[in-house]
């Protein structure tokens, strides 16, 4: 007999609390300040302007998560925040996880009225200058990050919406696109106001 546990509902269902710590994180620089190698608590909160208290919060949620680790009183980046939330050379996938705090998951909490009503929702033309350009670093950095093959297939046009400095993004698939990551396809969706895919 097969011994059913709640436990993988229960990590789907308190996934978003990652989700969130990641963003705060990195929001308020603790990869960035890690940078320079290990560090301790104090160290950090100085670094970053956070009260010690709560830096520690995120801090330990980030080596519960394997992005940041402890040993004793300090902590270091692991390997893959180092390589890609500390601000160091190469892809700096930071603005993403922006556009997902500040862009994508205040529309995810829209989704049963989405479902129940039927009606899809198109955000990204009526976005503020600064949201819009949280948007378009996102989305970018994003597709940097896709691989040659996706980063392909997706064509991006830019159009002047308003203010000089802001852009609106229409993202257009080529005809072989089967292979993009659900999570581009994401992207792609509701930049496009498009229900399922093309």
């Known amino acids: 007999m097969v011994d059913v546990t709640p436990d993988p509902i229960m990590r789907i269902a308190l996934g978003f609390m990652a989700a969130k710590h990641l963003f705060v ?19 950090l909160a100085s670094k970053c302007g956070v ?6 919060i ?16 300090r902590y270091r980046n692991s390997a893959v925040a180092e390589a890609f939330l500390a601000g160091a050379s190469g892809p700096d996938l930071r603005p993403m996880l922006r556009f997902w705090d500040r862009i994508s998951y205040p529309a995810w ?15 990204f033309d009526r ?10 670093a996102g989305v970018e950095a994003f597709t940097s990050r896709c691989g040659g093959r996706a980063r392909e297939r997706l064509r991006f046009q830019f159009a002047p919406a308003g203010a000089r400095h802001r852009r609106r993004y229409r993202v257009l698939p080529d005809r072989d696109t089967a292979t993009l990551p659900d999570a581009a396809w994401h992207i792609v969706r509701v930049a496009r106001g498009v229900r399922g895919r093309p």
Do not use: K
Request: charged share 25%.
């Open 58 to 73: 995120s801090a330990d949620a980030m080596a519960s998560l394997g992005l940041v680790e402890r040993d004793g009183d």
């Open 25 to 43: 994180a990195s929001a308020v620089g603790l990869f960035e300040a890690l940078n320079g190698g290990p560090a301790s608590l104090d160290e």
């Open 109 to 123: 909490l829209r989704l049963e009225a989405t479902i129940r009503s039927g009606e899809g929702q198109s955000i």
């Open 127 to 136: 976005l503020p200058e600064e949201e819009q350009r949280i948007f378009s």
């Open 51 to 56: 009260p010690r208290r709560t830096l520690g």
